[in-house]
């Protein structure tokens, strides 16, 4: 009598099974998707709304006192800051203007959604956290230095460009046998972050150009419009975040991404960029770590 006792096939029947339940879960309308604090959905609309004002901005901002106060040192950082010091929010939604406020906003508030019970789970959420600030960090600076493209919006692509991971993780924790294997939890995010992805920004309402970062960030062949796109910063951002990674991506050979040849750069200029913008990079992890 023999006994099958591989472990790689047990753990690709394991992943198989884990992935179907939540793909299951998605087309039964099951799948939890993490929601953006009340505070941000409500600057959202306002910014929206054509008959609201900045003073409408800054009152639903006000209503909470620890979102108020990271905006404000937000906005007096170097990053952002004039000649004058920002004292108060109506002053900042005047100095930075509706649309950049709405962005900081829901920027700070997206990390409020990393969080979990289970600690190993835990662990694995700070590192993809981590990892999404030093996408929004490199794709911030890209998005000044090689587009005229908004720079907070690049950096807020750059922030949720892996948000699909978080119900892939909050899955786990129903899970023991996954949340316990880090190998099976990795493969299962890799193969289903991205539709998870594009399907809570779209629950979200967020600009389609920020849906197709969810969507597509791993596409390094993707070719689309002519003009620099977010989705083609968050494309080279994610490479250069992942150069030196364990990680599929860490491979691609730069010279044949369509995306570095729309910003106008080559592999050994882009690097050349990131590394020259040490103080700037080391200014937006602050304010996110």
Known sequence: MTTDLNPAVDQSTRMDQFVSEVIDDIKSGDLKLPMLPQVALKVSQIVDDPDSSSEDVAKI??????????????????LYRGSLVIENIPMAVTRLGRASIRTIVMSLMVKQLYRVKNMSLRLHLTRIWRHSIEVAAIARVLATTSTTLDADEAM????????????????????????????????????????????????????QALVDVAGQHENWRYNGSPEAEYLDIVIIANLHAYRSADHALSGVNWNEVPALQKLGLDAEESLKLIREADEELAQIRSIFS
């Not at 922030?159 to 046998?177: F, Q, S, W, Y």
């Not at 493969?187 to 629950?203: D, F, V």
Request: glycine share 4%.
């Open 61 to 78: 901002i006000a209503t909470d006192p620890a979102v108020s106060a990271r905006l404000l040192q937000v906005v007096n950082c170097p």
């Open 156 to 207: 807020l692509a750059g922030l949720v460009h892996d948000i699909g991971i978080l119900p892939v993780i909050a899955n786990a924790e129903h899970h023991p046998d996954v949340a316990a294997d880090d190998a099976l939890l990795l493969a299962a995010c890799r193969k289903l972050h991205q539709p998870i992805g594009k399907l809570i920004l779209q629950t979200w309402k967020l600009p």
